[in-house]
């Protein structure tokens, strides 16, 4: 589904992803860890499209289309979508206006009122999130669980084959988590092709969206690469002690 090959990507003239390379195929599971600052985020914006980030070298290919000429919305209809760390609010916007123009424009027609009303209630129940947030202006006075709920139940709505997830799991309580991730994999296992990639610190939201595929990102470049294991082994000794062995190689 998506194959990027070595790519390096500037911002304010520094080089952040050095010859990055991955594939994702249908219906797997990846997971991006690393330090702070050492493109995580960045990669997840650069796959979608956000123009303060400078593609100076390589490629990345969805369904074996060249991303790099299309523009952020022409990605989303593609079918991409990216849950961002820190959803932005717009006041005067409201959510259920954002969501419908947003489902019309992925499926190129009018949605009508009354299935909107329906698809927005259903997925609100399913996430335990009050549904007078569907009126309010877009994530305006929202708090954080509440934000990350909402960016799940656009997922509900959109139906995205290829879902990135930028630190969902930052800022939510336990049961918040459980909930954003429980409603994401029952998704994902309705729609066995579609394929999810996670930039977290943690393992904990991997309890709930089973990895296949567990990466370290290290100077703009994978440097490790395993399974969940991976991922329990930094959560108890830390990137330099799960490296170093490699790194003495």
Avoid at 68 to 80: F, N, Q, Y
Avoid at 94 to 111: C, Y
Wanted: glycine letters at 8%.
């Amino acid at each position: 589904m998506l194959k990027i090959e070595n790519l390096s990507v500037n911002i304010n003239n520094k080089q952040i992803l050095n010859n990055f390379n991955l594939v994702i195929n249908n219906g797997e599971v990846h997971v991006i860890m690393g330090p702070n600052g050492v493109g995580k985020s960045t990669l997840s914006r650069v796959i979608m499209g956000d123009s303060n980030y400078i593609v100076t070298d390589g490629s990345i290919l969805f369904d074996g289309d060249n991303l790099l000429p299309l523009s952020v919305d022409e990605r989303a209809k593609r079918g991409i979508f990216l849950a961002m760390q820190n959803p932005v609010e717009i006041d005067g916007v409201s959510n259920q206006d954002f969501l419908r123009t947003a489902m019309s424009s992925i499926e190129n027609k009018q949605i009508g009122l009354y299935d909107f009303i329906l698809s927005c209630e259903k997925g609100a129940n399913d996430l335990s999130m009050n549904k007078e947030l569907i009126h309010r202006s877009l994530n305006t006075g929202f708090s954080g669980g509440e934000k990350k709920k909402n960016e799940v139940l656009q997922i509900k709505l959109l139906k995205p084959k290829f879902i990135i997830l930028d630190e969902l799991d930052s800022g939510l309580d336990v049961d918040s988590l459980r909930i954003c991730a429980e409603n994401i994999w029952k998704y994902k296992e309705g729609n066995k092709d579609t394929s999810i990639l996670i930039i977290t610190h943690h393992p904990k939201i991997l309890e709930y969206i089973k990895p296949d595929f567990v990466h370290i990102l290290e100077n703009g470049k994978i440097v490790k690469t395993g399974d969940y294991n991976l991922a329990l082994d930094i959560e108890k000794n830390g990137y330099n002690a799960v490296t170093k062995e490699d790194k003495n190689e």
